[in-house]
């Protein structure tokens, strides 16, 4: 059944697939979610549903969900089924195609764990107009991550993609200056590997994000050495800072990091969960700016390429900002 909505006395009635949603106010920003493979995806609701929200996150509700997203990595398809039931047990409508659940949204969180179908799937949520999100990771190449950022920017839709350890509050409190200078960082996070993905994006992402977050753009050259078990990449910026990351897949792992600074060697503290990831999502909805430049985002997965090639070469230095250039003059 084609969906259409309409607004009665100040509430906004929405019909997809034959079901009827009712939001309390007009003014309620709608909600799609793409890919139900990620305990994100109930987790995000939950903290955006909640009748008692914040006002830092309040406004918004995930109203519609599409399930799929990977077809073949068995850890992504066998958890939809789950949390397929639990959005639904929300109250949020779930649809069978991503095009009907545009049409009953305002904004989308593409939440599929599998960054090879994002290109696609994120190409139509543009195409719609939509202002997106997209977790980790944003594509499964260099090549679809400039590619995502460069068709947004040219239709004028708002794109961000962050892992939620972005918004450690050490990490944001040493970007933004608290202990002077930032002459380096070494970070460290759970680092396991998809055959289907380059080795850091599928989980190393979320310390290579921490060591971006301290240290901003800018990275020259990459190495790295690996084993079975760890990784270990060193990034060298063009003002000669240096920053480590360790990828660690045996023993005690976690996630944070030693930021070195011109005041003193400081601790990047606790993770702090998902709300605050949640709370710049909201508020580039709200704004349609992204609280990240697209620029640092295309540098981050271009340190992790850079990464893969360092290992190709057996731990040889990769320059970063040849391969954003190289991809860059292939997509012109």
Not at 151 to 177: C, D, H
Request: charged residues 20%; hydrophobic residues 40%.
């Amino acid at each position: 059944m084609k969906l259409f909505s309409m607004f009665l006395s100040g509430w906004m009635v929405v019909c997809i697939q034959g079901h009827f949603l009712v939001a309390q106010d007009s003014d309620l920003i709608q909600i799609g979610i793409i890919g139900l493979d990620t305990s994100h995806a109930p987790a995000f609701a939950k903290i955006l549903n909640d009748p008692d929200a914040e006002d830092d996150v309040a406004g918004c509700r995930v109203v519609a969900a599409y399930p799929h997203g990977s077809q073949d990595i068995e850890s992504s398809v066998s958890r939809i089924p789950r949390y397929t039931k639990e959005l639904s047990e929300m109250g949020v409508e779930i649809t069978d195609s991503i095009d009907l659940l545009l049409e009953a949204v305002d904004c989308v969180l593409l939440e599929t764990n599998d960054g090879r179908p994002h290109w696609a799937q994120a190409r139509q949520v543009i195409d719609a107009g939509k202002p997106l999100f997209i977790d980790k990771p944003i594509a499964a190449s260099l090549a679809d991550t400039v590619r995502i950022f460069r068709y947004a920017k040219e239709k004028g839709v708002p794109v961000f993609s962050s892992s939620s350890l972005r918004y450690m509050a050490g990490a944001q409190e040493i970007r933004k200056g608290s202990h002077g200078k930032i002459l380096g960082v070494n970070t460290y996070s759970p680092c396991s590997l998809e055959k289907t993905h380059p080795d850091l994006y599928w989980y190393g992402i979320h310390g290579v994000e921490i060591l971006y977050t301290v240290m901003g753009p800018g990275c020259q050259s990459v190495t790295r050495s690996t084993s079975a078990e760890f990784d270990v990449v060193t990034g060298v910026w063009k003002d000669g800072r240096m920053a480590t990351f360790r990828g660690i897949r045996a023993g005690k792992s976690g996630y944070g990091g030693t930021a070195f600074c011109e005041k003193g060697i400081v601790d990047l503290g606790k993770y702090g969960g998902y709300r605050p990831l949640l709370v710049e999502i909201v508020k580039m909805f709200k704004t349609g700016k992204s609280p990240v430049p697209p620029e640092e985002t295309i540098e981050l997965y271009a340190f992790m390429s850079a990464a893969d090639r360092s290992k190709e070469l057996g731990g040889a230095p990769v320059n970063v900002q040849k391969l954003i250039s190289n991809v860059n003059t292939k997509q012109k």
